[in-house]
């Protein structure tokens, strides 16, 4: 089946198998798996987990693997929540059980005190099992941590101890260098970690599409990271993940360039495997950005949206409508549409853009103010929503006293932020014509980032506007050029 894809084969021993044992019920599970995975008969499959369940109707594995299928395909929560129950009737100390109901918690229902008990509950009973247990329930609850919880000091914590707990745990090491990537923003540090985990497990296909991904997004170097999506093929020619990360390489890397060739591995790889919804909103943005055919990106922008019903989807679909549609409902549609889809859990520039779309495209300023500050609220301890909110208030509805005090209250969270003193020492300037406090404020925003040449150039506009001092501003510019 898998190897050789020879479907119909497999077909072929999976009857054998069930005839030889009709009432072994890992015999029915695997053909149950076989016609959902490989021949997308989901009536029959659903029939083969319930089979399954009734011949051994207290076995937790099997009621997991009912619930990923209730949960993926028919999209049925409470289906997927009673299975998920049932499975911890039957052993309430079942790690894997645990630690996969408190990703539907987390995830589905949007229930993260509950999830985060299970997933405490998860590293308490994977004391008992192997080192590759105990370090995977420490990486699901520090991912959990970091994305939910937002405490990035104890998700570090607890992506270092699951390394630690088994350090040629792949996945705990690619969690650990994913998170020194994106969340502390330290690419030195994750590549130290990917290349000691590449050290550990050269041929280890998931280590090179994620570093491939590390080298494409952080290090901007698209040859190395199509070296490392070949690699990972040659590891293991099905792999989709791979097929389409390279298939990405093929039309974005100059030196390979072959628009073509890429059309046919992003074809391949989302044929391979049609729940991959990745591979499937790249090639729509391939199909867009190449002019390939408009139409047939958002047939594939809606089939993201049908395989992954998210606020991601939704989202890359309204950006694709603001893009290409001559129409102002279908895009808000889409914007309502990922936002509902967030259920409570919205990312803020999810906000920002919708804002910024009714701000500019729709002159609907009443909507947009409201999805500004709903940005902000997204975000409690972030000023820059705050700053977006300030500059709305002041540039678009004339109410220069609202502004100041939300620029009072960014100052507040972060009395150091860069962008916030630029954006207010410009309203000083501009607005309040208040020369010494604006000074004082662009100075502040160049103690906070010396080196951007943004913040030595609005200065250097204000000595030149507001002081008149045209040699110390032509030596912030000259600054702002080096």
Not at 154 to 168: N, S
Not at 188 to 216: C, M, N, S, W
Not at 354 to 364: K, P, Q, R, S
Request: glycine share 4%; proline share 4%.
């Amino acid at each position: 089946d898998r190897a050789y894809r020879d479907f119909d084969k497999a077909e072929e021993l999976h009857g054998r198998a069930t005839k030889a044992a009709p009432r072994d019920p890992d015999i029915i599970h695997n053909y149950a798996v076989f016609l959902e995975e490989s021949r997308k008969k989901y009536g029959w499959a659903e029939d083969h987990y319930k089979m399954m369940l009734r011949l051994a109707p207290k076995d937790p594995r099997l009621y997991l693997s009912a619930a990923s299928f209730y949960l993926r395909i028919r999209r049925n929560l409470d289906q997927a929540q009673q299975l998920y129950k049932l499975a911890l009737s039957h052993d309430k100390n079942n790690c894997k059980a645990l630690l996969e109901y408190a990703l539907f918690l987390e995830r589905h229902r949007h229930d993260q005190p509950s999830a985060s008990r299970y997933y405490q509950r998860a590293i308490a009973e994977s004391a008992k099992g192997s080192l590759e247990t105990k370090s995977e329930a420490l990486l699901q609850f520090a991912r959990f941590l970091n994305d939910k919880a937002k405490d990035k000091d104890k998700a570090e914590e607890g992506y270092r101890r699951a390394v630690a707990m088994h350090p040629g745990h792949m996945p705990a090491l690619l969690g650990l260098a994913r998170f020194l990537e994106l969340d502390r923003k330290d690419p030195a540090a994750a590549e130290r970690v990917f290349l000691r985990a590449i050290e550990t497990a050269p041929h280890h296909v998931d280590l090179q599409y994620a570093y491939g991904k590390f080298l494409h997004t952080i290090r901007g170097d698209l040859g190395a990271a199509a070296t490392c999506f070949r690699r990972g093929i040659e590891i293991k020619p099905s792999d989709t993940r791979c097929i389409g990360a390279y298939a990405q390489m093929l039309y974005k890397h100059d030196a390979l360039d072959d628009p073509d060739l890429a059309d046919k591995y992003f074809r391949k790889a989302i044929t391979d495997d049609l729940t991959n919804v990745e591979n499937i909103v790249e090639y729509a943005k391939f199909l867009e950005n190449t002019g390939r055919s408009a139409k047939k990106a958002e047939h594939y922008y809606l089939m993201g949206i049908k395989t992954d019903p998210s606020q991601e989807q939704y989202w890359a679909y309204a950006k694709f409508l603001r893009r290409t549609s001559t129409e102002h409902k279908p895009v808000i549609r889409a914007f309502k549409a990922a936002i509902n889809a967030a259920g409570g859990d919205v990312d803020p520039d999810l906000h920002r853009d919708f804002a910024d779309f009714l701000e500019d495209e729709v002159n609907d300023y009443v909507n947009a103010e409201e999805q500004y500050v709903l940005a902000a609220r997204a975000a409690p301890d972030d000023p820059i929503y705050l700053v977006l909110l300030a500059n709305f208030l002041v540039d678009v509805k004339n109410k220069p006293t609202d502004a100041e005090r939300i620029f009072a209250q960014a100052l507040k969270l972060d009395p150091s932020h860069s962008e916030t003193l630029a954006n207010y020492a410009v309203f000083l300037e501009e607005v309040r014509k208040d020369a010494d406090r604006a000074e004082a404020m662009h100075l502040a925003a160049i103690r906070a980032d010396p080196a951007d040449p943004a913040r030595l150039r609005n200065f250097a506009i204000f000595l030149e506007k507001m002081r008149k001092d045209y040699d110390k501003a032509d030596d912030f510019y000259s600054r702002a050029c080096e």
